[in-house]
């Protein structure tokens, strides 16, 4: 599998250690990101796994950069994207490619709070001022909408009222740990079944 992330990489990390743990049963191929100084690279560094820095930026035509992370994936035999704070849309010939095998991780409960823009802790600003009293994660599939594709899983965490953005965030991020890993490891187990655009967990 290829993880995807533009920032820290906490995220990348819980799939790492669950990798180590025995929890996942998956190799992390290469983590891409857009960002030259991610800490999310500096993780995949560590740990000994191949890093990929790729922006659009640095390509005279979007195919060129298309047609360059195609080459990336295919060389390194990707047969699995997880996006981990990714904050660029994957190109369409990239999720058509890898149609049902990729996901992404949301801090909301989506499909609220979502959509282009909403990431990180604009999302729980936005949780707070609304007057939510339950945010949580979401795992979706991807398609060509942001934050669109079928829900895979949901767990719900609790807004207390004298919560800021930031220890939302806190506790937000210790259920995402635990969930991502254990959804991509039904991924692994082949217990994942898209019937009418809706996911069913075998």
Same mark, same amino acid.
């Given at each position: 599998m290829a993880v995807f992330a533009s920032g820290t990489g906490t995220d990348l990390q819980s799939?790492?250690?669950? #990798?180590?743990?025995?929890?996942?049963?998956?190799?992390i191929g290469l983590v891409l990101s857009n960002k030259i100084n991610s800490g999310a690279l500096q993780r995949a560094r560590n740990h000994g796994i191949l890093d990929i820095y790729l922006s659009s930026k640095e390509f005279d035509s979007r195919d060129e950069f298309v047609a360059n992370m195609m080459n990336i994936?295919?060389?390194?035999?990707?047969?699995?994207? !997880?996006? !981990?704070?990714?904050?660029?849309?994957?190109?369409p010939e990239i999720v058509e490619?890898?149609?049902?095998?990729i996901t992404n991780i949301h801090p909301a409960l989506l499909p609220s709070f979502?959509?282009?823009?909403?990431?990180?802790?604009?999302?729980?600003?936005?949780?707070?001022?609304?007057?939510?009293?339950?945010?949580?994660? #979401?795992?979706?599939?991807?398609?060509?909408?942001?934050?669109r594709g079928p829900i895979i899983a949901q767990r719900c965490v609790p807004v207390l009222d004298d919560d800021t953005?930031?220890?939302? !965030?806190?506790?937000?991020?210790?259920?995402?740990?635990?969930?991502?890993?254990?959804?991509?490891?039904?991924? !692994?187990?082949?217990?994942?079944?898209?019937?009418?655009?809706?996911v069913r967990i075998l």
């Open positions: 799939i790492i250690d669950a #990798t180590i743990d025995g929890k996942l049963s998956a190799e994936l295919e060389s390194n035999r990707i047969d699995f994207i !997880a996006l !981990a704070g990714y904050l660029r849309k994957v190109p490619k890898f149609k049902n095998r979502g959509g282009k823009g909403m990431f990180g802790m604009r999302v729980h600003r936005a949780v707070i001022e609304y007057g939510c009293k339950v945010s949580g994660v #979401t795992i979706h599939l991807v398609d060509n909408d942001y934050d953005p930031e220890t939302l !965030a806190e506790r937000v991020l210790e259920v995402e740990h635990k969930l991502y890993p254990e959804v991509l490891q039904w991924f !692994a187990e082949n217990r994942v079944s898209v019937v009418g655009g809706k």
